[in-house]
């Protein structure tokens, strides 16, 4: 596969994920976030198999069951996107969607920052661009000192849970079938957000077609579309392109919250906005440092 077409794949995922912002709020209105997300991820994963039986019977790939590594990289990544998905539903539901697509896109600062405890280094330009996101961050949220609103407080525990989620993608990417990767992460997210609706009394069973819509919807296209070609996305583009393109989401997120809900972001909004774009895109400028580089005095 190209770069040019690995790009387009992610630019089309980023697409999906703005837009289904709008599915992930409109169901609130009939369930809640834990079962929401069981049922999503379930469905998400069920229209993969498919895909996998007729890679498999083509020769596409072997037939083989899953590795144990494989295995356990998914329930990993599963149950890294149960805690971003199921903070990032939470909160969406006392936010905007133009708000919960900006500080999700804050994934983008954390990767590098995350990778410092991973003994990586970046050169100093890096903190610019992560002090320009907070600050852009500070504006959206409408903070007024420390306090943050609650909705805005759970996408950002969210945010931070997608950026480890993307580190473990990278890495599983290269060395695994990417459809079973990603149909097994699917399931793991699926358990421990049926597990976790139980606990919450949250529904356990859907029954109408306006529950079941807003799954199906959500389930097909930010699911099994959408993070699948993130997978095969990334297996070709380079990280920091792959980083930009994705980020796109909180573009396509604040326009279909306009048109679908008529948010309107305020000046100090749109402001904020602006700033947590720019260090998002700033933060591709400083790559990790070479070890060499590291070793010279």
Same mark, same amino acid.
């Not at 709008?22 to 609130?28: D, H, N, S, T």
């Not at 909180?250 to 402001?271: K, M, N, Q, S, W």
């Given at each position: 596969?190209?770069?040019?077409?690995? *790009?387009?794949? $992610?630019?089309? +995922?980023?697409?999906?994920?703005?837009?289904?912002?709008?599915?992930?709020?409109?169901?609130?209105?009939?369930m809640?976030?834990?079962?929401? *997300? +069981?049922?999503?991820?379930?469905?998400?994963?069920?229209?993969?198999?498919?895909?996998?039986?007729?890679?498999? *019977?083509?020769?596409?790939?072997?037939?083989?069951?899953?590795?144990?590594? #494989?295995?356990?990289?998914?329930?990993?990544?599963?149950?890294?996107?149960f805690?971003?998905?199921?903070?990032q539903?939470?909160?969406?539901?006392?936010?905007?969607?133009? *708000?919960?697509?900006?500080?999700?896109?804050?994934?983008?600062?954390?990767?590098?920052?995350?990778?410092?405890?991973?003994?990586?280094?970046?050169?100093?330009?890096?903190? $610019?661009?992560?002090?320009?996101?907070c600050?852009?961050?500070? #504006?959206?949220?409408?903070?007024?000192?420390?306090?943050?609103?609650?909705?805005?407080?759970?996408?950002?525990?969210?945010?931070?849970?997608?950026?480890?989620?993307?580190?473990?993608?990278?890495?599983?990417? &290269?060395h695994?079938?990417?459809?079973?990767?990603?149909?097994?992460?699917?399931?793991?997210?699926?358990?421990?957000?049926?597990?976790?609706? $139980?606990y919450?009394?949250?529904?356990? #069973?859907?029954?109408?077609? &306006?529950?079941?819509?807003?799954?199906?919807?959500?389930?097909?296209?930010?699911?099994?579309?959408?993070?699948?070609?993130?997978?095969?996305?990334q297996?070709?583009?380079?990280?920091?392109?792959?980083?930009?393109?994705?980020?796109?989401?909180?573009?396509?997120?604040?326009?279909?919250?306009?048109?679908?809900? &008529?948010?309107?972001?305020?000046?100090?909004?749109?402001?904020?906005?602006? #700033?947590?774009?720019?260090?998002?895109?700033m933060?591709?400028?400083?790559?990790?440092?070479?070890?060499?580089?590291?070793?010279?005095?």
């Open positions: 596969m190209t770069i040019t077409r690995a *790009n387009f794949i $992610l630019l089309l +995922a980023a697409f999906i994920w703005g837009v289904s912002f709008i599915f992930q709020k409109a169901a609130m209105d009939y809640g976030p834990m079962s929401f *997300n +069981a049922f999503r991820f379930l469905f998400g994963g069920l229209v993969l198999l498919p895909l996998i039986s007729w890679r498999n *019977n083509k020769g596409l790939k072997t037939q083989s069951p899953p590795s144990p590594a #494989l295995i356990k990289g998914s329930i990993l990544a599963g149950a890294l996107i805690a971003g998905a199921g903070f539903q939470s909160g969406i539901q006392y936010t905007t969607i133009g *708000n919960t697509g900006f500080i999700t896109g804050l994934y983008i600062v954390f990767v590098p920052v995350i990778s410092l405890f991973t003994g990586q280094r970046y050169k100093n330009g890096l903190w $610019l661009a992560v002090a320009l996101a600050m852009g961050l500070y #504006l959206l949220s409408g903070m007024d000192g420390l306090n943050m609103a609650y909705g805005d407080f759970l996408v950002l525990m969210g945010a931070v849970f997608w950026a480890f989620h993307v580190i473990i993608v990278d890495h599983m990417s &290269d695994h079938d990417q459809i079973k990767f990603a149909a097994l992460q699917f399931f793991a997210c699926a358990a421990l957000s049926y597990l976790a609706a $139980l919450m009394n949250d529904k356990v #069973l859907l029954f109408t077609f &306006d529950e079941w819509k807003w799954v199906l919807a959500s389930g097909f296209f930010a699911v099994a579309l959408g993070y699948s070609m993130q997978v095969i996305g297996t070709t583009s380079p990280p920091a392109q792959a980083a930009v393109i994705m980020s796109l989401e909180a573009v396509f997120a604040a326009i279909a919250g306009y048109l679908y809900y &008529d948010e309107i972001l305020e000046p100090r909004a749109l402001t904020g906005c602006g #700033l947590m774009f720019a260090g998002c895109l933060t591709q400028f400083f790559p990790p440092l070479p070890q060499k580089t590291l070793e010279t005095p």
